[in-house]
Structure formats: structure tokens, C-alpha cells
């Protein structure tokens, strides 16, 4: 219980501080709504290749943007772990009762409530632009939480990272590195079976991917929910991993000073 | 705070151990005894391990070797009702520069389980005692840095801890911000009985709060007691000559002879010896120290000083050390 509340109290912080700064948030969503609006432009041909089916690209980029605009912005998550690093908070919080749990968990929290956020923002802005569910509302949920769990595990991890590099150049470099590959290594622009061999394999592995497909899945006219329901148990179980990796970090964090 | 646990001493450390990557060893068995309700200082200079002693007696970093309790909690197997105990205001400020005096004092009451009517009175109670009404609903980035040096410390009292933990808590203040703050930390003492430990590399600042201290050099406790204990263990007055010139072996040679000179040290054109009465020795070295062809620039005599205690119990000057 307590340790529940302390979550509370933690994410509770974070949020206020994001509420103080709402540009912050907007800035995380410019990139996938560039990717929105101009590869959905760009790429618009693509469905003319054969074995696409006759949806338009738009409809198809839509579940994978919404993916990515969660990638995007709980990769920076550990930004502010290095923030209270610097300004002696971790310090202060590690030396009162709050668990190291509650510490990740609230920072964890603050990330999916942002990533909600954005991807109903995501949502609305793809089909004013054209896009379609034909999953419908609960298609879009089962999206949205799909989305929350990768940007929560990616939290998670951003934080480890932040705890055990503590310098905010090594989290840049790290997160530029990463996401790219990740979305390119998915289904988020081109259908799994029109990707090269190796890359299909590398999807498979990507949880970014595993996000993708239960969200296109879900929000697709015919679902098949048990596909749905393991990729989204992998991606809870990715979130457990990468949450105790983050605990575990604080542990490093201690050791060096 | 008059409690039953007052003969508990508010700090027992011995033989703490700690080396960072590197080889380098920041403390190297140092042993400390602090007596519940009084001000303690660990006095030396940067990096001497002064830090390093109070991150491991607050639970946030764990020594190699030696053992270590606060009010009774050993800091490894009882971290959890230390950190109920203690009050901590590190060097660094510790306050949430994007969230308001209040929002700040509240959260750190909350994570010590405080809530409801109890919590808002304590917050209200701690921004009326240290100043900040006014500028409780501020971000604490527009606060001036004394304004945030009294935030830190209302944090750290929220929860009435027994023990508080002042880590150079007037490193980089003004001058008279600094002087408020020691009136801040005397009060602290006498009207809430808390044992306090502060760590400072100013010698004036432990010879005007501490009523006990410990000197603190290269990781280890080199001498302890009360500032007037440790001044009379010197005998005599401080003799203290700056030289025009560097004078290699010269002085050494010139002061030699003096029978009333003693604990020489010359540090490049500073010259310190004690004597029992520094009025009379001062002719008798200025003119040694004229036939040996050494020129003085000028010349002070003072009654002993913490700096002198210093001097005498590492063969450093403060200034030197702390270079």
C-alpha cells in the first residue's frame, strides 16, 4: 500500500512539472505527426505494390505512428532521473523512506499517462487525415494500451540507462541510436511480408513491433485476439524486465558515489 | 526532542572504510562519536572525506569495512529506520527547482508517511519559522540561494527528525545569508534538541557552532574535542611572517638558533612558529631573519585558531589542504 502511494506521490510530481511545460509534450508529438502527414503523402504509392490489399496508406501508417510517437517520447524519460541526479534530489529521495520501486513505478507512470495522451491525440489527428478503424473503439483501447506498455517499458529502461551512464549526452546518443533502427526494423511502414528475410526475423524480435501488430491488429477488420493478447503479454513482461533492470540501477547509482 | 533515547548517541561510527574506482581511499578507518543534542562538526578540507562520512551515516552510499549507527540503527541492516530518523541537506540543494516551496515540503512530508490536517499544519508551521510564506506558492527556481538554503532545511524537518545532517551547508552563500544560517542552526539546537552533524571546510563556521568537533584529513579523524580543548592544546601565540622572497633552507637556517621559536613551518613565503609570548619573540625573529639576508614583507602575531590546530595536526596549513 504504501508503496502504492509513494507511486502516486512520484508520478504526481512528474506530471505537475510536464503540466508546467506543455511545449514538452508537443514537442515529442512534432515527429510522428511529420511521419504522419508526410510519409503518409510520400508513401502513398505503396499500396500499389502487390500483397498490400486495398487499404489506403494512411490507414495502414496510422496504428504504427501512434507506436512511435510513444517510442519518441518515453525514450527521454530518464532525462529527468538525470535532472534530479544533478540537482541532488535522487540523493535527497534515496535517503527517505520511498522505496526504489515507488521511484521508477511513479516516473513509469507519469511516462504512460503522457503516452495516453498522445496517442489519442495520434488517433484523432489520423483519421481526420483519413485514416479508419474498422476495429473500432475497442480496437483503438486495445492500440492505446499497447502503446502505453512499450512507452512504459521504454521508460523503464531510459531510467536504468540515466541511473547507471548519469550523463545526459550518453542518454541522447543512446535514444537517437535506438529508435530508428527499431521503427524501421518493424512493420510500422512496410507489411512483414513485403520486408527482406532478415528483417522479418528482426521484427519478430522487435518489441516495437509486438506493439505495432497488436495495435493494427486490434484496430484491423478482422482481429485475431489471441495473436493480440501474447503480444501484448510480451510486451508486459518486457516492462516487468526492464522495471527491475531500472531498480537494479539505483544499486550502481549508490555504489558510485 | 527530551526522550528516553537521549543517552542513545546520535552518530557511533567506527573504522569506516571506503574506496572509489581507482584507489582512491576517501576515508581510511575513521571513528566518530557524536552525543545526542549537540552540534558536531567534521571540519577539513575538500575531498579530506567529510562527504563520503555523511553519505554513509544517511544510508546513501555503504562503507568497505567499519560499522556505523544513527540514533541506534545500524545504516546497513536498519536503513529503513534510519532514514525515519534523520534529516538530510546535502551539498547540493535537493529541492525540486520546477515545483513550488510547498509542493516540495509536502511531498517530502508524504514520503515520510505524514498526510491530512498533520501534514498541511507542519508544512504552514516550517514556511512561517523559516521565512518563506511569501514565496511558498513560487517555483523554487526564482528563489534567491539563501531563500533555497532554508527550503532544504524545512525539508529535512518535516517529518521532526532526531538526528540532522548538514553536509557545508553555507558553501557558496553571501556572507550574511551565511550568518543568518548559523543563527538558524543554534536555534535549531537549543529549541528542538536535535543532534546535529555538519560537515565545513570553514573554520570559523565550526569554532562559532560546534560544541564538539572533529578535524578530518585524508580520510581519517586526526584530532577531536571541544574548539576550546583543542585551541589549548597549543601552547602560546601564532607567529605568522610573509616573506618578500621565496627563501629556500635560508629561514630554516636563520631561526634555528632561537630557543623561544617553536613548531617552524615555511610554506613558499609564508613562515608560521608558535611562541609562548609572540610580542617579545617578534623583534627576536625579525632580526634573525635580517643577519640571515631573509627580507620580510610583513609580519602578525595572533592567539591560537582552529587553522593552527589544523596546522599542527597535519603539517598543513587550512589554505595549503585545501588546494
Not at chain 1, 486490434?218 to 518486457?238: E, I, K, P, Q
Not at chain 2, 513560487?138 to 532545511?153: A, E, F, H, N, P
Request: proline share 3%; glycine share 10%; with cysteine.
Amino acid at each position: 500500500m504504501t508503496t502504492l502511494r509513494h507511486t502516486g506521490y512520484m508520478a504526481l510530481r512528474d506530471l505537475r512539472a510536464m503540466w508546467r511545460q506543455p511545449w514538452y509534450v508537443a514537442m515529442t508529438l512534432v515527429q510522428p505527426l511529420i511521419w504522419l502527414l508526410l510519409f503518409g503523402e510520400l508513401f502513398k504509392a505503396v499500396t500499389d505494390l502487390p500483397g498490400f490489399g486495398d487499404e489506403s496508406y494512411i490507414a495502414y501508417l496510422a496504428p504504427g505512428v501512434v507506436i512511435m510517437s510513444a517510442l519518441f517520447s518515453s525514450g527521454w524519460n530518464g532525462m529527468a532521473t538525470i535532472e534530479d541526479i544533478d540537482g541532488g534530489v535522487t540523493d535527497r529521495l534515496l535517503v527517505s523512506p520511498v522505496s526504489r520501486f515507488a521511484l521508477i513505478a511513479g516516473r513509469v507512470l507519469q511516462s504512460a499517462v503522457v503516452v495516453v495522451i498522445q496517442s489519442v491525440i495520434m488517433v484523432l489527428v489520423a483519421l481526420a487525415v483519413g485514416a479508419s478503424f474498422p476495429g473500432g473503439v475497442v480496437g483503438v483501447i486495445v492500440l492505446i494500451v499497447a502503446s502505453a506498455l512499450l512507452g512504459a517499458a521504454f521508460a523503464a529502461l531510459s531510467n536504468a540507462l540515466a541511473l547507471v551512464a548519469r550523463q545526459r549526452e550518453s542518454l541522447i546518443g543512446a535514444v537517437t541510436f535506438v529508435v530508428l533502427p527499431l521503427t524501421f526494423l518493424s512493420t510500422a511502414l512496410m507489411r512483414g511480408d513485403l520486408l527482406p528475410g532478415w528483417m522479418q526475423t528482426a521484427s519478430d524480435l522487435n518489441p516495437v513491433d509486438w506493439a505495432i501488430e497488436a495495435g493494427r491488429n486490434a484496430t484491423g477488420a478482422s482481429t485475431d485476439w489471441g495473436s493480440v493478447l501474447s503480444d501484448l503479454g510480451f510486451l508486459a513482461a518486457l516492462l516487468a524486465v526492464c522495471a527491475w533492470l531500472a531498480v537494479r540501477a539505483f544499486g550502481s547509482y549508490q555504489r558510485s558515489v | 526532542m527530551k526522550t528516553s533515547l537521549d543517552h542513545i548517541p546520535a552518530i557511533d561510527a567506527a573504522g569506516l572504510v571506503k574506496t572509489y574506482p581507482g584507489d582512491v581511499r576517501a576515508l581510511d578507518g575513521l571513528d566518530l562519536s557524536v552525543p545526542a543534542g549537540t552540534i558536531f562538526a567534521l571540519l577539513g578540507p575538500n575531498g579530506a572525506g567529510k562527504s563520503t562520512a555523511v553519505r554513509i551515516l544517511t544510508t546513501l552510499s555503504r562503507a568497505d569495512a567499519g560499522s556505523a549507527r544513527v540514533a541506534g540503527h545500524d545504516v546497513v541492516t536498519g536503513a529503513g529506520l534510519v532514514r525515519r530518523v534523520i534529516g538530510c541537506v546535502g551539498q547540493r540543494s535537493g529541492a525540486d527547482r520546477e515545483a513550488t516551496g510547498r509542493e516540495n515540503l509536502v511531498l517530502q512530508g508524504q514520503l515520510q508517511d505524514m498526510r491530512g490536517r498533520e501534514l498541511t499544519a507542519r508544512v504552514d508551521e516550517l514556511l512561517e519559522q523559516f521565512g518563506l510564506m511569501d514565496a511558498a506558492d513560487r517555483i523554487v527556481k526564482t528563489y534567491s540561494g539563501g531563500m533555497q538554503r532554508r527550503l532544504d532545511i524545512a525539508m529535512a524537518l518535516v517529518h521532526r527528525p532526531q538526528v540532522l545532517f548538514l553536509d557545508e551547508p553555507t558553501t557558496g552563500l553571501d556572507p550574511e545569508v551565511r550568518v543568518e544560517m548559523w543563527r538558524e542552526i543554534e536555534r535549531l539546537k537549543r529549541e528542538e534538541g536535535l543532534s546535529i552533524l555538519l560537515t565545513t571546510h570553514y573554520l570559523e563556521e565550526a569554532d562559532r557552532l560546534a560544541s564538539e568537533l572533529a578535524i578530518v584529513d585524508r580520510g581519517r579523524v586526526v584530532a577531536g574535542g571541544t574548539p576550546e580543548e583543542l585551541k589549548s592544546e597549543l601552547r602560546g601565540d601564532a607567529i605568522n611572517v610573509e616573506l618578500a622572497f621565496r627563501a629556500n633552507g635560508a629561514v630554516e637556517a636563520a631561526l634555528a638558533p632561537l630557543g623561544e621559536i617553536r613548531e617552524l613551518v615555511v610554506e613558499g613565503t609564508t613562515l608560521r612558529a608558535r611562541a609562548d609570548e609572540g610580542a617579545r619573540a617578534v623583534p627576536l625573529v625579525l632580526g634573525a631573519l635580517e643577519s640571515g639576508g631573509v627580507e620580510v614583507a610583513s609580519v602578525t602575531v595572533a592567539r591560537p585558531s582552529l587553522d593552527d590546530v589544523y596546522l599542527r595536526h597535519t603539517g598543513r596549513s587550512f589554505e595549503e589542504a585545501e588546494r
